[in-house]
């Protein structure tokens, strides 16, 4: 075990064989295929043997395997290999649909699964972390999620946060010197360990390990992070699935009693074996009947596909939750730059001298606007290359302007160094950088202008430099406020001479030179997106670093901000008790100069209130707010991995308008999920209802097992998913967000179940009592087709609330196609003498089949005639 803190950094980098300049792309490509990908091996996945074997293990299938038993004994072949047939073929399909969802699942993961920023070939590239080997240089930021354990080997104030392996959420101090004598993982501070996160400045780090061989992979095995975590809605699922099995079976039991009892009564000579299997065969049916072996994996199959609409509609869905969660968000917490706005920005006005000018009437020559485009140009961390600005748009607009008036901001950077710098914060709002310009010391400053105003002591004029007055300060606010009222984004531009070392302490004493105003369109799409998240009963609320004025103009453009709204500061916001803030809160629609522990007290007061919020962010600082909001949103273009890593739900194109598309995906999958188990429960009320009916009435079983079985597990399913797969309505977004704390089970679906359960089995018995006109098997044939066929046409009535003339037969062919199908199913069964004894059906009459198929679509023709009138009333 090579103990790299102990090296010095030669060492390390002699033993990895690599230089700061990085390894060779085709040594990286050898090591990655050597060594394997930078993975953490969740815990071994399981083999599709394992996923097959595992669908045997489900009351419903031990109670299959029962029957099949007593088939056996019984002296019922046939039925024991159908029996079997069908369980295989269910297992079969189960174990397709898991592989399928989880593969899902996987592509999602890859899709948000974090880059890292290396070196190689001397070039600064992002590659997926996956790919990172050992040996590779990797450069960190603040923002960074760390891929691999390293050795520092350039330390720029690198501060990291290493509370995923240590616990200790304070931040630590990094450094690149060597240590010696043996320390604890905790100090050593000249590495860098996989899974903590970079909250403060840069450094240069050399990969000593990936994959499972860091420190969080030594103790990975002991997380629990594979287990496969169910969604509340699954949870919920899953407790009435069992609630209701074990009433089942308590029913079976009593209808067992109650056979063994009449057929004692019947002859009491004697009870032989054969009533006593049949008896039982009777409740075995019974819980196939009734037990909804469907209901989970349809919750799986519908919320993966969901998620994968989501994923194509540039909404990467971190966590399945949130899809469910999604549905019932009431308040989206929006950022404004590049969310709402476009993020492309271009300087309008400059205010300089007193006067406010185009940027053509910028001149190099006077000394006020020569110290403007220095602090313009040198105070940038940006770049165009090839006409593409590179780096914040903030500060490539200034650029722009520079190129604009026939300068080149390459020659002005390349004859100067900068020598110190504090970057841009969101926190501070400025920045400022050091450089020696004609032998002078000069500090370079721009940012907000109510952080700057004050640090202010002198003012750049045209007869130079003067101390500021109260009177000029009065006119620059003005001025700041004009631009702002106009939804213009303001920089404050100031410098002073020194040389003094530069820190945040000593950010003070400069000399005002002027203000540029820039505007940054709202996206085309946002004015659409609020529209329909106000009308999806959704309050949009604008959060924003900005100043107050501007983002209340861009607040008014979009409609996020009504008259009678109210716009507060991150200060203001400091100043309200929780009483005051939990009594305006309805009102904030735009919060201008908040610092990201604002967002936390925001997300809070709202969610105090019972609301399901959604926030934005993406920065370092945002991670905590996007934990705590429901559904924490994280930009993918612009935003760090760090909160990436904490947000549910990724956003490709960084735009509001797509969580709301995400919202309206939520929404529709809950729909479909609850249909579904619509569809499946009543069509399993109508079977349990005709067979309580039969036992009591003391008639024969209206059903073999295989029967209920070839419904349960194959004409059922299909009509299942195609209802998982129905498209979102129109309406989707005119209605309430949905309660959380309301599952599917209400009053009404409960009624629904009951009621279209009750129809279904009234047809039902009707063919029954049709075919025991001729004989028992008969009556049993034509109750089995026309229990399935009644509930193939169910399907169409499942997939919304409204008619199927309003929604359209061809606008969900996956429904058509399932319906023939299973049409197609049931007359193999019927028609192929071959299968008569396998599916112990009788050969029927042409006018058996016609009562069959007239039966079968009352209900249907019912239930839309109810909907139909319900649409009429409503109109
Ligand atoms: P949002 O939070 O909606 O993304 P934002 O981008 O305006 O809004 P910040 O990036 O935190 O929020 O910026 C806050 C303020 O800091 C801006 O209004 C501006 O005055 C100042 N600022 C922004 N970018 C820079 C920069 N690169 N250098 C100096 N100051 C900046």
New binding site residues.
């Given amino acids: 075990m090579k103990q790299w803190y102990r090296m010095s950094k030669d060492e390390v980098l002699n033993t990895l064989g690599v230089t700061t300049d990085g390894l060779s792309s085709d040594k990286a490509k050898e090591l990655l295929e050597k060594n394997g990908k930078n993975v953490l091996q969740e815990s071994k996945k399981k083999s599709v043997l394992q996923v097959f074997l595992s669908q045997f293990a489900d009351l419903l299938v031990i109670i299959l395997i029962i029957a099949a038993i007593i088939s056996i004994f019984s002296g019922n072949l046939e039925s024991t290999i159908v029996i079997f047939a069908v369980i295989i073929l269910n297992a079969i399909l189960g174990t397709v649909q898991h592989v399928k969802a989880e593969k899902s699942l996987e592509s999602l993961k890859s899709l948000s699964s974090p880059s890292a920023k290396v070196i190689r070939d001397g070039v600064k590239i992002e590659i997926d972390s996956t790919d990172v080997v050992e040996g590779d240089i990797i450069v960190l930021e603040a923002g960074d999620l760390i891929v691999a354990d390293g050795r520092i080997i350039n330390n720029y104030s690198l501060q990291v946060n290493e509370s995923s392996l240590t616990g200790e959420s304070t931040n630590v101090d990094k450094n690149d010197e060597v240590i010696s004598g043996e320390v604890p993982l905790a100090d050593r501070t000249n590495m860098v360990f996989s899974g903590s996160l970079v909250t403060y400045g840069r450094a240069l780090v050399a990969v000593t390990s990936t994959g499972m061989n860091t420190e969080i992979g030594k103790i990975a095995s002991l997380m629990n992070a594979a287990k496969e975590k169910k969604t509340p809605l699954q949870v919920s699922l899953d407790k009435f699935s069992k609630m209701l099995a074990t009433v089942i079976i308590i029913i079976c039991v009593v209808v067992f009693g109650l056979n063994l009892w009449q057929n004692f009564s019947l002859e009491p000579v004697g009870l032989n074996q054969d009533k006593i299997l049949n008896a039982l065969m009777f409740a075995v049916a019974l819980a196939v009947a009734a037990i909804p072996e469907a209901l989970g994996s349809i919750v799986t199959i519908v919320q993966a596909m969901g998620t994968q609409k989501m994923a194509r509609e540039n909404a990467v869905i971190k966590d399945l939750k949130a899809v469910e969660s999604l549905g019932c968000v009431s308040v989206i917490c929006s950022?404004?730059?590049?969310?709402l706005t476009q993020n492309k920005m271009t300087v309008q006005k400059i205010y300089i001298n007193g006067e406010s000018i185009r940027e053509d009437q910028l001149d190099l020559n006077i000394e006020s606007h020569r110290h403007l485009l220095y602090d313009m140009v040198l105070n940038n961390d940006s770049s165009i290359v090839d006409g593409k600005g590179i780096g914040?748009p903030?500060?490539y607009a200034l650029l722009e302007t520079f190129r604009n008036i026939g300068l080149d901001e390459n020659l002005m950077r390349n004859g100067l160094s900068r020598i110190e710098e504090v970057p841009?914060d969101?926190d501070r709002?400025?920045?400022s950088t050091k450089y020696k310009m004609h032998g002078v010391y000069h500090i370079l400053t721009?940012?907000?202008l109510d952080v700057i105003l004050d640090r202010c002591i002198k003012i750049a004029t045209k007869d130079g430099v003067r101390p500021i007055t109260d009177e000029d300060k009065r006119l620059i606010l003005e001025q700041n406020k004009k631009y702002s009222e106009e939804g213009l984004?303001?920089?404050t531009f100031a410098y002073k001479e020194s040389d003094e070392a530069l820190s945040v302490d000593t950010e003070y004493d400069y000399t005002f030179i002027g203000l540029v105003s820039m505007i940054d369109p709202p996206r085309e799409e946002s004015k659409q997106a609020v529209a329909d998240a106000i009308r999806a009963g959704i309050k949009p609320v604008m959060?924003?670093?900005?100043?107050k004025i501007t983002a209340t103009a861009i607040a008014k453009q979009i409609g996020i901000f009504h008259d009678g709204d109210i716009a507060v500061t991150g200060l203001e916001l400091d100043a309200m008790s929780d009483d005051e803030l939990d009594e305006k809160i309805e009102k904030i629609s735009v919060y201008a100069r908040v610092s990201p522990e604002n967002k936390i007290r925001i997300v809070d007061a709202w969610q105090k209130k019972g609301h399901i919020v959604s926030m934005t962010g993406?920065g370092v600082n945002d991670a905590p707010a996007l934990k705590k909001a429901d559904i924490g949103v994280a930009m993918g273009i612009t935003g760090t991995e760090v909160s990436k890593d904490a947000a549910s739900m990724i956003l490709q194109d960084d735009n509001f308008a797509t969580i709301i598309k995400a919202v309206a995906n939520g929404r529709n999958v809950f729909r479909n999920i609850k249909n579904a188990v619509l569809f499946l429960l009543s069509g399993n009320m109508a079977g349990i209802f005709a067979v309580l009916y039969t036992s009591i009435m003391v008639l024969p079983q209206p059903f073999e097992a295989v029967h209920l079985l070839f419904i349960n597990l194959l004409t059922d399913s299909l009509p299942a998913i195609a209802i998982g797969m129905e498209k979102p309505e129109k309406d989707l977004l005119s209605q309430k967000p949905r309660d959380p704390k309301t599952g599917i089970m209400t009053k009404d679906f409960v009624a629904l179940m009951f009621g279209q359960g009750a129809l279904i089995a009234v047809v039902t018995l009707v063919a029954f009592y049709l075919g025991y006109q001729v004989n028992a098997a008969t009556a049993s044939t034509m109750a089995f087709a026309t229990l399935t066929l009644a509930r193939l046409f169910h399907g169409f009535n499942c997939r919304s609330r409204n008619s199927i003339f309003k929604l359209g037969f061809t606008s969900n062919l996956y429904s058509v196609a399932a319906f023939f199908v299973g049409v197609f199913l049931l007359s193999f069964v019927l028609f192929v003498p071959f299968m008569h004894p396998l599916f112990s059906v009788e050969a029927l009459t042409g006018a058996q089949i016609g009562f069959i198929g007239l039966l079968a679509v009352i209900p249907t023709i019912i239930i839309q005639l109810i909907k139909v009138i319900g649409e009429r009333v409503k109109k």
């Fill in positions: 950022d404004k730059t590049g969310t914040d903030t500060e841009f969101s709002k400025m920045m721009k940012g907000a984004r303001v920089l959060i924003t670093g900005d100043h993406d």
